[in-house]
């Protein structure tokens, strides 16, 4: 099982970045995919997440500017964050649950310079 994510980078406060999330080794279709993100002294937190039939949640701070999606034929979730500021400045990981544990992609650096 891999999640494979990129897309992080550096840009300035009130841009865009798109990051994206492969998944391998598992049933993608049937899997709620989820995007977290850790910032330096900062616990991890939930940044979004999208079920199987394609419903999403959002961490309060995102709504509105970021939004999850999901292409079940590239086995492939996103994460289209828009209006980006300083405190989004983190390393992104998405996430899902396989054989009742969570596992982890390897990051993706994010930073939002003011």
């Known amino acids: 099982v891999q999640l494979q994510a990129s897309g992080g980078g550096l840009v300035q406060a009130g841009g865009s970045l798109r990051l994206s999330c492969v998944a391998s080794?598992?049933?993608?279709?049937?899997?709620?995919m989820a995007w977290y993100r850790q910032a330096p002294g900062k616990q991890r937190e939930l940044v979004a997440g999208?079920?199987?039939?394609?419903?999403?949640n959002y961490e309060d701070s995102v709504k509105g500017r970021f939004t999850i999606s999901r292409d079940n034929s590239q086995n492939t979730v996103y994460l289209q964050m828009n209006s980006l500021r300083p405190e989004d400045t983190a390393v992104y990981y998405c996430?899902?649950?396989?054989?009742?544990?969570?596992?982890w992609g390897q990051g993706t650096l994010v930073t939002v310079s003011s």
């Open positions: 996430s899902t649950i396989f054989n009742w544990q969570r596992i």
């Open positions: 080794g598992i049933n993608f279709r049937t899997k709620g």
């Open positions: 999208i079920t199987s039939g394609h419903a999403t």
